[in-house]
């Protein structure tokens, strides 16, 4: 290996930068875990490429949901809001 002569602080920045240069590069979506949502007593599923807009819909259909309630639930098999989430 090739020794460099950075100083301590030089090195900590360095990794900083790189850190937030990846960061900056990956998407917030590679994170997202996409969910199957279906009423309790029906068959019929919806698909949604996150938890956060999961919720979203849930909220525009007059379902207050929590994420982390949400996330708490999926592949448990067990009813939250009236609804079984599973991811996709």
Known sequence: SEKT??????????????KKEALEKSSRSKFSKAVVIRKEDEEKTLEFPS?????????????????NQLAKHLDTNKSYKGYIFSKA
């Open 51 to 67: 938890i956060t807009l999961t919720i979203k819909y849930l909220n525009s259909i007059g379902i207050s949901a929590d994420r």
């Open 5 to 18: 002569k950075l100083s301590l602080q030089e090195l900590l920045n360095l990794i900083e930068m790189k």
